[in-house]
């Protein structure tokens, strides 16, 4: 099993550009999250989702958006990317809430110029 | 570019000393926790978790312990090796919501 990927690894945008970020997992969890990391701010969660079709905010969702069209799959899109956006993207997946161990992915890390 | 351990509160033990690394939650109604452990350029690892119906548990080389009363918990480990080296995260739930997650100590553990 892969676990959790993320694709990409690196990039880089200017100001205002869009992108999205890709996040699979085959685990067959129900539970996926998307967390920003910053240095010395620790895991910081951005949105997430229940179960394919649902997403919901978190801590920081502002100038995100995400969709959970299948349940191995939890896209997060940068609609106008800004400077504060640069950071280390994880992704990270659940089986419930409950109880539950957060397995993540290796990270995508993001500069915006 | 600039390490997530930056401006974090740092341990440095030798190899083979036992480390305990510290936390205080913040939520009273949390009844899970988890400690996590991140090595440079990695995603967090899970290391142990521990529910609120106790105060300590045991894993291999690592120890945690919950006093739920003054809302701290510590991560114990025993014989710190090199590869032990990394930041290492707390994170708390009130079980029925998303983790909440400290800011993180690094651990420098030299030879």
Not at chain 1, 44 to 72: C, F, M, W
Not at chain 2, 53 to 65: I, S
Request: proline share 4%.
């Amino acid at each position: 099993n892969a676990g959790v990927t993320q694709t990409p690894k690196f990039r880089v945008l200017k100001t205002g550009q869009s992108m999205t970020l890709l996040c699979a997992q085959d685990m067959n969890h129900e539970y996926m999250y998307w967390y920003r990391q910053d240095p010395g701010m620790g895991l910081r969660l951005i949105h997430y989702s229940v179960g394919e079709g649902t997403t919901a905010k978190g801590e920081v969702p502002d100038g995100y958006n995400v969709s959970r069209l299948k349940k191995q799959n939890f896209l997060l899109g940068l609609e106008s990317a800004a400077p504060s956006q640069t950071s280390v993207y994880f992704c990270a997946s659940s089986y419930g809430t409950e109880g539950n161990e957060q397995f993540f992915g290796p990270g995508t890390r993001l500069t915006v110029l | 570019g600039e390490s997530v351990g930056l401006h974090l509160p740092t341990l440095s033990v030798q190899e083979g000393d036992n480390s305990i690394i510290n936390c205080a939650y913040s939520n009273s109604a949390s009844d899970y926790f988890i400690w996590y452990k991140q090595e440079s350029g990695k995603g967090p690892q899970f290391i142990i978790d521990i529910r609120s119906n106790m105060d300590k548990r045991q894993g291999q080389r690592v120890t945690v312990l919950l006093n739920k009363t003054v809302k701290h918990l510590s991560l114990q480990i025993a014989a710190t090796q090199p590869g032990d080296s990394a930041v290492y995260f707390c994170a708390e739930t009130p079980g029925y919501s998303t983790l909440t997650f400290g800011k993180g100590t690094m651990l420098l553990v030299s030879p």
